[in-house]
């Protein structure tokens, strides 16, 4: 019978999960400009737009509280949300804080939670307005929605990149998901000891990526500075391979990029080759580095080079000709959005 | 050790614990115009204010899908924001959602979900615009997060009733809680059997009420073309006692509500007896009415009292005189919040 049809979500993953069920939905208040698909939501409620982005976060599946403090918790599921927002060369102003909490979590774990929060909306500048607090059967849930603006003409989407434009990203690539490999590591070390001392030493960058991550706002203003508006651009919260994959079917174009440009920090190379895992995978692959990913014209290598924490790292195609990582020996690997994708393990 | 003070969260329940995280909390954007504290957030972005609101809900704390369809909870997910937007004198214009699954729930699942969501967007010219999909390790979560919009001087806050004002509620009270109390009794009858067929005959209401809300933007909308602008509104989730003590602490006033003139349908009066439960606790403590309690100046009388669906149930009075619900027999009771409040369970 056609009624007890069963998919699994597995079958389609986040993001085809996400087109099924939005498929053929369109806007009908004059206030939305911009629905689902990209990093945030575009809304005209004034000269400025007013964007939205919002995200979940599950223990178990986006955190594990036996390594994760939960002050850089909450600040990290608030900077998570203002990393949208600057992906779309706007500026966060507002969030509001959904908590379920179960009966493990006391007044003061939801305190230490939300100093962090209140630390990242400080530094940031961004007001708490607003949220939810409820029970829950089982562990932490935190649901943030972060409201921002930005001058209409100057918003950058994901879908505006043309051919020949370059590709840059921001920072370095990989470190924030070798910091969660290392965290791992310890936790299975430690499990059942006491007086467990974790081996952190020399690698303190890759913990400060994964539990304390910035958003790229200084990189934005940066761009803003030189007076570059990129044609496209978002965040890399799920992996350079699965975003660049997102711009490319978004602007219908196809990518290069090359290995020997992919920015990766010496912390994470010492890492990867420690735990015997593919460097470039994890670079690609990895996930969590709110770095930015975006395009510019050709004619603005010079501008775009000059900026201290930009590099780029390829360029855009004709549609037909892929996307594709060069490898250091010259072979070209299809890109796959093989990320951080929790729906589809 | 003040380290590690434990305060249970039950101990402050699910308004203390928000106060307490959200204290001495003040807003630095020029947009940021009303924070925590009321149905939604008020943010200036444009002429019109923008207002913000969420929902966090989770299942086996907020619904029981063995008699929860789906597209029931979709729809409710969503007009239950809708409500708080109303409750603010505004018009919803955008949703994100958020959901969390496990791998219980189907693609097909999702689908129905979202057809509820749909549907419900539909019926009050809502955009879906963003929203994040992620797995879940137990069941489902939704979090939904609608922003709308409202006349900046047409915005009704909680803290705006005055002494002598009049206490007015819309619909009527108690049949979404006697249905769930229903839908609870069939379930336990329903256990472990086969081929059982559900007692809901002559109960339809107290189901429609329980399992498809709406938002009363009717009374909104009636309230408009009457020229009345309540001095304070809220919608009714939790319950009459716990919302009318939430408007009388943020206005600072006592008041005086009377049994014999509270709302409530003869259906939910019959599953009360039933039950052998009290019906007036019930329609005060019940929660899930989505109905507006709203206060309005005493010359607004005539006009208020015209307006079908509408009923004057009290006043409010000196602060000193604190809150208190008349009895039939000439008794004052003092409002206590018994409301619906998963957190202090």
Known sequence: ME????????????????????AEMPLVN?????????????????????????DLLLEGVHFDLTY????????????????????????????TVSLGVSKRFSVEDMEQLYAGIRMACANY???????????????????????????????????????NDLVCVSGDLGAAYMGLQLLEREKVAFAGQTDFTPEFGGKEYLL???????????????????????????????GLSSELLHICKQSNVGCRVYEERIPIDYQTAIMAEELNMNLVTAALNGGEDYELLFT??????????????????????????????????????????????????
Chains 1, 2 share one sequence.
């Open 125 to 163: 500048n961004v007001d708490i307005v607003g949220g939810d607090t409820t029970s829950s059967m089982t562990g932490l849930t935190i649901s943030i929605t972060c409201i921002g603006e930005a001058d209409k003409e100057k918003i950058v989407y994901r879908n505006g990149a043309q051919e």
């Open 30 to 54: 004059e206030s939305s400009c911009k629905g689902v698909g990209d990093d945030a939501a575009v809304l005209h409620y004034g000269e400025k737009e007013t964007l939205v982005t919002t």
């Open 3 to 22: 009624e007890n049809k069963r998919t699994e979500i597995s079958t389609l993953g986040e993001f085809g999960l996400i087109e099924r069920l939005t």
């Open 208 to 238: 400060e990526r994964q539990l304390k991550p910035e958003a790229r706002r200084d990189i934005v203003a940066s761009l803003a500075q030189a007076g570059i508006v990129p044609t496209a651009m978002m965040d890399i919260s799920d």
């Open 68 to 95: 994760v403090p939960l002050a850089h918790l909450g600040y990290k599921a608030a900077v998570v949300n203002f990393s949208d927002i600057y992906a779309m060369n706007g500026t966060p102003k507002q969030i």
């Open 296 to 345: 510019v014209p050709l004619s603005m290598h010079d501008a775009v080079s000059a900026i201290p924490g930009v590099k780029v790292i390829g360029h855009m195609t004709a549609p037909s000709l892929g996307s594709y990582l060069i490898a250091r020996d010259g072979s070209e690997i299809q890109l796959r959005a093989q990320g951080w994708n929790p729906l589809s393990e």
